[in-house]
């Protein structure tokens, strides 16, 4: 399983970025994906999570309304997409990409080496 996420960078505040995972060695359409964010001495924080068909998305309150998830199972693409509007200071983390797979009882999370996001001046 390999993620690698691009489109980090330094932003002001109010600006936007758009953040992309390619995902490889799985069957992306088969796993729920999830963007999750890590602030310099912070626990991470998941940010957004999408469903196998994208017929559902999830949000916590904090980024709900500004954040976007989305996601491309083409067969040649596994893309997974994190458009991020209206961006604050406190949104400044590190930001991975993560598979959940599903095996009988069990889940396995796989992660991406992640992109910085820095919101500021």
């Known amino acids: 399983v390999q993620l690698v996420e691009s489109g980090g960078g330094v932003v002001q505040p109010g600006g936007s970025l758009r953040l992309s995972c390619v995902a490889s060695?799985?069957?992306?359409?088969?796993?729920?994906m999830s963007w999750v964010r890590q602030a310099p001495g912070m626990a991470p924080e998941w940010v957004a999570g999408?469903?196998?068909?994208?017929?559902?998305?999830?949000?916590p309150d904090s980024v709900k309304g500004r954040f976007t998830i989305s996601r491309d199972n083409a067969k040649n693409t596994a893309n997974l997409h994190l458009q991020m509007n209206s961006l604050k200071p406190e949104d400044t983390a590190v930001y991975y990409c993560?598979?959940?797979?599903?095996?009988?009882?069990?889940?396995?999370?796989?992660w991406g080496q992640g992109t910085q996001v820095t919101v500021g001046t």
């Open positions: 999408i469903n196998r068909r994208s017929t559902s998305s999830y949000y």
């Open positions: 060695g799985f069957i992306f359409s088969d796993e729920r």
């Open positions: 993560k598979a959940t797979e599903t095996l009988g009882r069990k889940t396995y999370d796989y």
